[in-house]
């Protein structure tokens, strides 16, 4: 890729949330959809059709040796995320991978070291952290606006049918409400506060062990976080932040907040900083800069970050007794 060029991306895994990224990528300057892989052929030839992709491919591994692609995105479910990014890596191309990075903290170390071994950018694609909102909120949280930060109450949740949940119920794939929703609150926390000294987690299980309602309480030397995850219940999805001198809450649905308010000496002043489509736009951007600059990883949402959040994870899957083995 020369420097003046487009960044030719390839995605593997064509699902809901690809669906969403491709939609986002075409609305940027700097960026093509070159090439697409599904292991159903049909499905791939579809996906190429309606984002006006040139290439397509049945098969993960011919989708890596395509010297022409800069950049692959891996939307597939959970348990592959660390295989396939290590397959990519080794190609030479660059990776953003969905969240969760992993299944496992030993998987997300394979994968950053990989990233360091081959020279080749590579990052969680935790978007959040670059929507307008979010990174505003933080640079005013730092400025000290609302003061010292004492909590931060976030969840995520929304009833899934099991008759229709496919994925989400599914073990096999990393199915359950931690791995696949609750990495966001708990992303949340970590980014105001950081990582604590203690997490304290329950958990509402299924018959065959993913869990589908889990509440965590990370307590820290100063400040606390009460953060929720369920695939069985219905919520506002409001996320607050706590401080000594007011609060700040982030636009429902949190996550891809379209704007928040700030409630400070008994004023309320709101914000409005609606996002370039979907949301996703900003961390293809990110990608695009740091591959321009030949950094492999962004000091926005750093390998180190992602293994920081790994590691809380894990923590609380062996709590609530959460197994994929």
């Not at 969403?20 to 093509?32: G, R, S, V």
């Not at 949301?279 to 740091?290: D, P, R, S």
Request: glycine share 6%.
């Amino acid at each position: 890729m020369k420097n003046n060029n487009k960044i030719k991306w390839g995605v593997i895994g064509l699902g809901n949330i690809a669906n969403q990224f491709a939609a986002d990528l075409l609305l940027l300057n700097d960026a093509t959809l070159f090439a697409v892989a599904s292991r159903n052929r049909d499905n791939a030839i579809d996906f190429a059709e309606k984002y006006n992709c040139p290439k397509v491919y049945d098969s993960y591994e011919a989708l890596c040796k395509d010297d022409e692609i800069d950049i692959i995105y891996i939307a597939t479910p959970h348990n592959s995320h660390a295989e396939l990014s290590i397959k990519a890596l080794e190609n030479g191309k660059h990776v953003l991978c969905e969240k969760p990075i992993a299944l496992s903290y030993k998987d997300a170390i394979r994968m950053t070291e990989a990233s360091v071994k081959y020279n080749k950018f590579f990052m969680e694609a935790f978007w959040t952290r670059f929507i307008p909102s979010v990174q505003e909120v933080l640079t005013k949280v730092n400025e000290g606006i609302i003061g010292d930060i004492k909590s931060v109450n976030a969840d995520f949740a929304f009833y899934a049918d099991e008759k229709n949940g496919g994925r989400l119920f599914d073990k096999d794939l990393g199915g359950g409400a931690l791995f696949d929703i609750g990495v966001y609150p708990l992303f949340l926390a970590y980014i105001f506060l950081g990582i604590p000294k203690e997490i304290i987690a329950k958990s509402i299980l299924h018959k065959n062990g993913i869990d589908l309602q889990t509440s965590m309480i990370l307590q820290y030397e100063n400040a606390q976080a009460v953060l929720q995850a369920s695939i069985i219940s219905e919520s506002d999805m409001k996320a607050t932040i706590s401080g000594t001198e007011g609060y700040i809450k982030l636009n429902s649905p949190w996550f891809v907040a379209d704007g928040y308010s700030v409630f400070r000496d008994q004023k309320e002043t709101n914000y409005s900083l609606p996002n370039l489509g979907k949301g996703y736009t900003y961390e293809i951007l990110e990608c695009h800069h740091c591959i321009r600059n030949s950094q492999i990883e962004s000091e926005f949402w750093s390998q180190q970050n992602s293994l920081d959040l790994s590691k809380m994870v894990e923590d609380i899957k062996k709590q609530i007794r959460l197994s994929f083995s």
